[in-house]
Structure formats: C-alpha cells, structure tokens
C-alpha cells in the first residue's frame, strides 16, 4: 500500500496579510431627528441673538427665559403625557385662571396658604381625572371632553371675579421674591426650581416606571395594549389627571410670578404647551417623544420672545407668526421621519 502525502503550500507566516479597514457608521435613529432638530434650532437662534444683539450673550438672559416660562414648563410637562397617549388637553389654560382666581380670592378672605395650596392643586387634579373618566368610558373625543373642561373652567373663574385681584399673603409674596443667586446679576427664582423637579419626576416616571411603559404603549395602539393585559382605562384617565394637576401647579407658580389672579390669565396657553409639545419633537398622534425634546420646545418659545424683546421695534404677534411656522415644519418633519407608524421611546 503506497502512503501518498499532501503537499501543504509554503505560507510565509512573517508576511503582512490582507489589511482590514473597519468602518463605524454612526447612525442616528429616526425617533432622535426631531429632538436633535429643536436642538439645532436652539442653537441657531441663540447664536443669532448673540451675534445681533449686544449683551445677548449674557447669562441672565438664558435664566430668564426659565423664569418668564416655569409655569409653561410645568404645564407642558402634564401636556406631554396626555399627548403621548394619542389625546390632547384644552382646558390648561382655563384651569390656570380658575386657579390663580380660587386662590387670590380665598388668601384675600384671610384663608391659610396651607389649605389654600393642596386644595388647588386638587381641584385642578380632580378636573383632569373627570375629563379622563368622560374620554375613556363614555367614548367621547379628547377635544371635545377638554373643550367642555375649558368652558367649565374659565366660566368659573369669571363667577368668582372678573377683575385682578392682588395678592398679599406673606407666604406668596416671599416664594415670589425668593431668588437662588449664582453670582451678581446672575440667579433663577424659586420657582424654575419647583419646574425643573417636576420635569425630572416625569421623565423618571415615563422612563423607569410600568406606567411610564403603558403611557408609550397606548399610544402607539390602545387597542394592542389592551390586548397584551395593560391598564389602558387606568392609565388614560390618570394622564389626564396629570395634566389637570401640572395645570394647577402652572397656575400656582403663575400667581407667584404675578402675584395676582385674574380671569384671563392663561389665555391661550393651552395652544402655547401644545405648540411646545409638538416642537419638542413629540408625535401628536401618540406613543412617540421625550420629555427632554419639550423643555427645549419650551425653550424655543421662550427664545423667540426674547429676541423679539431685543429687537425692540417688532410686535408681540410676531411671535405667533413665527411659533405657526415653525409648528407646520415640525409637523411635516414627524411625517416624514416617522411616517404613519410610531416609534415607541424613552422619556
């Protein structure tokens, strides 16, 4: 039997082989462009500001945008949740007048701040948590289940007092005054600092918690949610009772920035939160966005009324105009980036 052998090649085992490139391809997920969109606009409007207008720079001027909006934060906080569930609150705005009304008129009476504050604040929460019984088990549509709440609200708040009533109470008018000085010239009031708590609860809750999870999850399809053993009826009515809440609480740090209740306070903010909301990149069909996308949209506003402020010689309708153009680009935007599907994300 003849043994044959396998000639093996000669490998030249201290030659150089064959060079591989690696390439990292950093791709950017659909559900991030329109955040990083606002944020893009941000810092293009603010290096506007700086480069037209001396003393733009300065950073009062980015701390007074938080101060002027603290309440529009907190409102368009509880404005988020309802959105991200596919629904949509109008009687913010109505809930911040009755608030600073209620409780303008019961401290002037001479009624403790410690039973005025937690009786607003469930006022406004028990409202919210009616209007999301209404929507989830009677079936009505969110605009016309808030429409009513809208309605309801502000006409109370004109049966109480159609005029401005001032308040004097010595626990308003310090949190008023109150002021977290960084150096001279330079600090926040106490209340961005109640705004900013509430913006870090919320985003905690929508980020790590179970409820967080079924806010996204009814948004992008209640009707799957429901299927896979959620809470949808819990959930949907406890986010409108969110709202209703954040809404008190906007009116209370409302009325520490007046120090005043007044009627018509708070109109047309429920348009101002929701234009917020959507420039934020949140997805107004539901069950897409990030808290942090709008406290930039909040930002955003805010910047536009404070160029116009340092510009001098425009109208303050000009910021309407220029908040309607850029809410039609965002709008297009989410359609064309996100189409008709929603993309579930974090908070």
Same mark, same amino acid.
């Given at each position: 039997?003849?043994?044959?052998?396998?000639?093996?090649?000669?490998?030249?085992?201290?030659?150089?082989?064959?060079?591989?490139? =690696?390439?990292?391809?950093?791709?950017?997920?659909?559900?991030?462009?329109?955040? #990083?969109?606002?944020?893009?606009?941000?810092?293009?409007?603010?290096?506007?500001?700086?480069?037209?207008?001396?003393?733009?720079?300065?950073?009062?001027?980015?701390?007074?945008?938080?101060?002027?909006?603290?309440?529009? $934060?907190?409102?368009?906080?509880?404005?988020?949740?309802? /959105?991200?569930?596919?629904?949509?609150?109008?009687?913010?705005?109505?809930?911040?007048?009755?608030?600073?009304? #209620?409780?303008?008129?019961?401290?002037?009476?001479? @009624?403790?701040?410690?039973?005025?504050?937690? $009786?607003?604040?469930?006022?406004?929460?028990?409202?919210?948590?009616?209007?999301?019984?209404?929507?989830?088990?009677?079936?009505?549509?969110?605009? +016309?289940?808030?429409?009513?709440?809208?309605?309801?609200?502000?006409?109370?708040?004109?049966l109480i007092d159609r005029n401005s009533i001032p308040i004097d109470n010595g626990f308003w008018v310090s949190i008023a005054q109150?002021?977290?000085?960084?150096?001279?010239?330079?600090?926040? =009031?106490?209340?961005? /600092?109640?705004?900013?708590?509430?913006?870090?609860?919320?985003? +905690?809750?929508?980020? @790590?918690?179970?409820?967080?999870?079924?806010?996204?999850?009814?948004?992008?399809?209640?009707?799957?949610?429901?299927?896979?053993?959620?809470?949808?009826?819990?959930?949907? /009515?406890?986010?409108?009772? +969110?709202?209703?809440?954040?809404?008190?609480?906007?009116?209370?740090? !409302?009325?520490?920035?007046?120090? =005043?209740? !007044?009627?018509?306070?708070?109109?047309?903010?429920?348009?101002?939160?929701?234009?917020?909301?959507?420039?934020?990149?949140?997805? #107004?069909?539901?069950?897409?966005?990030? $808290?942090?996308?709008?406290?930039?949209?909040?930002?955003?506003?805010?910047?536009?009324?404070?160029?116009?402020?340092?510009?001098?010689?425009? =109208?303050? @309708? @000009?910021?309407? +105009?220029?908040?309607?153009?850029?809410?039609?680009?965002?709008?297009?935007?989410?359609?064309?980036?996100?189409?008709?599907?929603?993309?579930?994300?974090?908070?």
């Open positions: 039997m003849t043994e044959t052998t396998r000639a093996e090649p000669d490998v030249d085992l201290s030659a150089p082989g064959p060079t591989v490139t =690696s390439r990292r391809t950093v791709q950017i997920s659909r559900r991030h462009v329109p955040v #990083l969109a606002t944020l893009s606009l941000l810092a293009f409007m603010y290096g506007l500001g700086v480069v037209n207008y001396d003393g733009f720079d300065h950073p009062q001027v980015v701390l007074n945008i938080f101060v002027d909006n603290a309440f529009l $934060l907190v409102v368009a906080v509880g404005m988020t949740f309802v /959105i991200l569930t596919g629904g949509i609150d109008l009687s913010v705005g109505a809930v911040v007048a009755l608030t600073t009304t #209620l409780g303008a008129t019961l401290l002037q009476a001479g @009624w403790p701040a410690g039973v005025v504050l937690p $009786l607003l604040l469930v006022l406004g929460t028990g409202l919210g948590l009616s209007m999301g019984a209404v929507i989830h088990y009677f079936k009505v549509e969110p605009f +016309i289940a808030t429409l009513a709440g809208m309605f309801l609200a502000r006409g109370l708040a004109l109150q002021r977290i000085r960084f150096d001279r010239g330079v600090f926040i =009031s106490s209340s961005v /600092i109640l705004a900013l708590v509430v913006v870090l609860i919320a985003a +905690i809750v929508l980020t @790590w918690t179970r409820f967080g999870r079924c806010v996204y999850a009814i948004g992008g399809n209640s009707d799957s949610a429901l299927l896979m053993g959620l809470p949808v009826a819990r959930t949907r /009515i406890a986010v409108y009772g +969110i709202s209703g809440f954040c809404a008190s609480l906007g009116g209370v740090i !409302y009325s520490f920035y007046t120090l =005043s209740g !007044y009627s018509l306070h708070g109109n047309g903010l429920e348009l101002d939160a929701i234009a917020a909301v959507v420039i934020g990149g949140v997805l #107004l069909a539901g069950g897409s966005g990030y $808290l942090f996308g709008t406290v930039l949209g909040v930002l955003v506003l805010g910047l536009i009324q404070t160029i116009i402020t340092f510009q001098g010689d425009l =109208s303050s @309708w @000009w910021t309407r +105009i220029v908040v309607g153009v850029l809410l039609f680009a965002f709008i297009v935007l989410q359609r064309v980036v996100t189409g008709k599907s929603a993309v579930r994300s974090g908070g």
